[in-house]
């Protein structure tokens, strides 16, 4: 493998604490009680859209989906470098494959306003080869565009890349691409998901394993 390429929440770090204090506060606006974190957290990897289902059970197609969606996220942009953190093991992941001069890199959903600013918080916009954001390409994941814009910034073959992610759309963005997935069965995974038939190459349980597959 010549590098790996991550998604962002729910995989590489670990950001639903401030994704679910932005819906609460949201909540709170509307008069509604907060929600758990263990209730937020599942939906934490589906974005806004996700959010809002669960928060106020409104679909895009509704009237009012835009303006809710435009006020969730002028409330996130106040809070979302609160708390991110590095999964567990993450750290340790990095620092081999960066001591093995493995390339690894960012390509996430998140729009870029947020993506940047929150590695730049935990100090990874420097050490990662390529950062790719959701709106930088006309199709976001499950397409493989994304993806496919990490792989000629990093200048390898996608068929020499993993991709790691925690939601179906990871996987099926990484094998449209010709790459090797992976599911971080530690991201953000709804009891409802069924990861082992989403047609991953492999699946790990923690960060670390991850090494055994390089």
């Known amino acids: 493998m010549n590098a790996v390429l991550f998604d962002l929440d729910g995989t590489l770090v670990d950001t639903a ?16 009680l907060p929600l758990a974190d263990e209730q937020i957290r599942p939906y934490a990897s ?19 989906f835009s303006a809710m969606r435009d006020e969730y996220l002028d409330i996130y942009n106040q809070v979302f470098t609160r708390s991110p953190r590095l999964f567990d093991g993450m750290q340790e992941v990095l620092g081999v494959l960066e001591q093995r001069n493995i390339l690894w890199g960012v390509v996430t959903n998140k729009p870029k306003r947020f993506t940047l600013p929150l590695l730049e918080s935990i100090g990874l916009h420097r050490r990662a080869a ?48 010709g790459m090797k997935t992976v599911v971080a069965l530690f991201g953000y995974i709804d009891v409802a998901d069924r990861p082992s038939e989403w047609g991953a190459d492999n699946m790990i349980q923690q ?8």
Do not use: W
């Open 17 to 32: 604490p401030d994704l679910g204090y932005a819906l609460n506060i949201q909540r709170q606006r509307h008069g509604l």
């Open 46 to 64: 589906h974005g806004s859209r996700g959010l809002l289902a669960l928060g106020f059970g409104i679909m895009p197609e509704d009237a009012h």
């Open 130 to 177: 390529s950062i790719v954001s959701g709106d930088e390409a006309p199709q976001p994941k499950p397409s493989p565009q994304t993806l496919l814009m990490a792989c000629e910034q990093m200048q390898v073959n996608p068929l020499d890349c993993h991709y790691v992610g925690d939601a179906e759309r990871d996987i099926q963005a990484g094998k449209a691409a």
């Open 207 to 214: 960060a670390q394993e991850l090494l055994t597959l390089i």
